[in-house]
């Protein structure tokens, strides 16, 4: 376990591109899977997406069924309960794949998969599961999660829904209002929060759907976006439920509610990654087909300018991601060899990269709105319009920055949890912190760095990125003590430095494996891709920096410190930024798709 690099070491200590897992490190059966679930969105999402848009709640569920027929529901279910039992890396790739032709489809697999399922696999009673988890990794059930209350949304242990014991101890009486329950029209069970007594913390139980049992449903709400997955309010009127039902122990709900989202964060971050492919490939080809001024407008530099950004955030969204899914399936199996259950070691797997499930979930969110955003922009008026795909790719894209914890809270968690494991001794932040205040103090150094190896310089910059982290964290952390959490726009400052290290150094590690094994003169563009998301990466942490250092130091301190930030920011070569753009954007239109 020594070489594995634990949840938010990547700040501290170097990554070799030969320990991280890349897209193209797929093996034979990843790839078959891959293309076997993109001919099933092909046929049967995709092309049939505007009976999505057109709120068919009976075609999501029928297709639905058909994932279910295909084994599509089972990626990630242990074969004792009727799945397939795959590795953590095949769970995300599935996601990845059948989420992005209609975010309708998405958020029901995801909510069936993930928060409908998963509880039962991983907190269930070997009774429960041999119960309930055939039926649900089959199609046969699907699941829905009941956490969501009119007053508790992000609080959600502050949930109102009462669980009353019977006076014969067999059964609980369930009664409260649940909201904004993804799948409620069509599932067959409810996974419920509610709180017994005057417990501190919720407890989970697994509540089939019986209308004759006090559950009652509002009509489906009508949203922007998601049109076609289904989204009820649920209320429980004395709702009996056995009390072998309850989901492992009393006071656990919040437990299981936090890590059933630490999974769905990394999920939701694969489930937008398709969707941007496809937008980037519907983006291209229209640029190449719509001429205006005699010419095709993907000749135009305004146009090749956003198909060339497009495409890098959606190659370093694919680059971040699987490298965190690999690192939590490492994990999985190095604590299932050390002697622990599955079920356990999956917990603690998916816990320990709970940080980089949230900067995932925060960085790929806000990516794919960004990408469908200007999609539309690409397609001018048309894309105004619901005869494009880009309009309900839009509409799609919002949702993701608010559920599975809003970006905000996830921000904020990425730096609380950092803190967290730094005071328990599990990520070494003080010696590296203490290290850069003494260089702060130090003379630079004038020597002329070598960098005739390809991303020297760039991971050179990477490493004094971590160190711009490293002096306003540290510096926060030792002015406001145990009140940092009170401010938090400085927690979401730091945050932003934290996402854009993890995003731009993922991105690197895989263009450096894929260099290494193809020669650099073959992977110019995903090479160029590397160094334009650096470049970007460094602005942003330089705004957020300096957003920061003068929030909260003063005089000398703050001059310090600010002279700290532009060395630390500072390229010995700047980058051609354009000359990058068009080398990316010219291998698109040259393919004209995502070729990535």
């Not at 489809?105 to 399922?117: C, D, E």
């Not at 055939?134 to 969501?148: I, R």
């Not at 997955?229 to 009390?243: A, E, G, K, L, M």
Request: hydrophobic share 40%.
């Amino acid at each position: 376990m020594s070489d594995v690099t634990r949840g938010g070491q990547f700040l501290v200590k170097e990554t070799k591109c030969e320990s991280i897992f890349t897209p193209e490190d797929f093996n034979e059966e990843q790839i078959m899977m891959r293309d076997s679930v993109k001919e099933f969105v092909d046929k049967e999402l995709w092309a049939h997406k505007a009976r999505f848009e057109q709120k068919d709640y009976a075609y999501t569920e029928a297709c639905m069924k058909k994932a279910g027929d295909l084994g599509f529901l089972s990626i990630a279910v242990p074969e004792a309960y009727g799945g397939m039992g795959m590795g953590f890396v095949n769970t995300v790739l599935v996601c990845d794949y059948i989420s992005g032709a209609t975010g309708s489809f998405s958020t029901a697999f995801g909510a069936h998969t993930g928060i409908g399922t998963m509880p039962i696999t991983l907190y269930g009673s070997e009774e429960q599961k041999q119960k309930y988890v055939p039926k649900l990794a089959s199609g046969e059930w699907f699941g829905a999660y009941c956490l969501t209350e009119p007053g508790a949304g992000s609080d959600a242990n502050s949930g109102k829904t009462k669980a009353v014991l019977s006076e014969d101890g067999k059964t609980y009486k369930i009664t409260g209002q649940k909201m904004w329950i993804s799948n409620a029209g069509f599932c067959s069970v409810f996974i419920v929060f509610a709180r017994i007594g005057d417990d501190k913390n919720i407890t989970g139980f697994i509540v089939e759907n019986d209308p004759a049992n006090g559950i009652t449903m509002n009509e489906e709400e009508h949203k922007l976006g998601i049109r076609s997955s289904s989204t009820r309010q649920v209320f429980f009127t004395d709702t009996v439920v056995p009390v072998e039902n309850m989901l492992s122990e009393r006071g656990n709900g919040f437990k299981i509610a936090m890590n059933a989202l630490n999974v769905g964060r990394i999920k939701l971050a694969a489930a937008c990654l398709d969707a941007q492919r496809r937008v980037i490939t519907s983006s291209v080809e229209y640029a190449n087909e719509r001429v205006q001024f005699n010419t095709p407008i993907a000749k135009f530099g305004a146009i090749r300018y956003k198909l060339a950004e497009m495409a890098t955030s959606c190659y370093a969204g694919e680059s971040a991601t699987y490298r965190a899914s690999k690192d939590i399936e490492d994990r999985i199996a190095a604590r299932e060899a050390e002697g622990a259950s599955h079920q356990d070691a999956e917990l603690k797997g998916v816990e320990e990269y709970a940080i980089e499930c949230s900067i995932l979930k925060v960085a790929v969110s806000e990516d794919v709105q960004n990408c469908a955003d200007e999609g539309i922009q690409i397609f001018g008026g048309m894309g105004f319009s619901e005869d494009t795909p880009m309009e309900s790719a839009w509409r799609d894209a919002r949702i993701a920055r608010i559920y599975e914890g809003t970006n905000e809270i996830n921000r904020m968690l990425s730096v609380g949890m950092l803190i967290k494991k730094a005071m328990k001794g599990h990520v070494d932040l003080l010696g590296p912190a203490s290290k850069v205040g003494e260089e702060l103090l130090g003379i630079p150094s004038f020597d002329t760095p070598d960098y005739s190896e390809l991303f020297a310089e760039e991971k050179e910059m990477v490493a004094k990125l971590k160190k711009v982290f490293l002096m306003v964290a540290g510096s926060a952390v030792q002015k406001y003590g145990p009140d940092l959490d009170s401010h938090q726009q400085l927690l979401m400052a730091a945050s932003d430095i934290l996402i854009e290290v993890y995003m731009a150094e993922s991105t690197i590690l895989r263009t450096e494996k894929l260099a290494k094994k193809e020669g650099a003169d073959k992977v110019e563009q995903q090479i160029a891709m590397a160094q334009l998301y650096l470049y970007k990466a460094v602005d942003i942490i330089t705004q957020k920096g300096k957003e920061s250092i003068i929030s909260f130091a003063e005089g000398d301190e703050q001059r310090m410190m600010l002279m700290g930030l532009k060395r630390f920011t500072k390229y010995t070569n700047m980058p051609n930024i354009v000359a990058l753009r068009n080398t990316i954007a010219s291998k698109l239109i040259d393919e004209n798709q995502y070729c990535f």
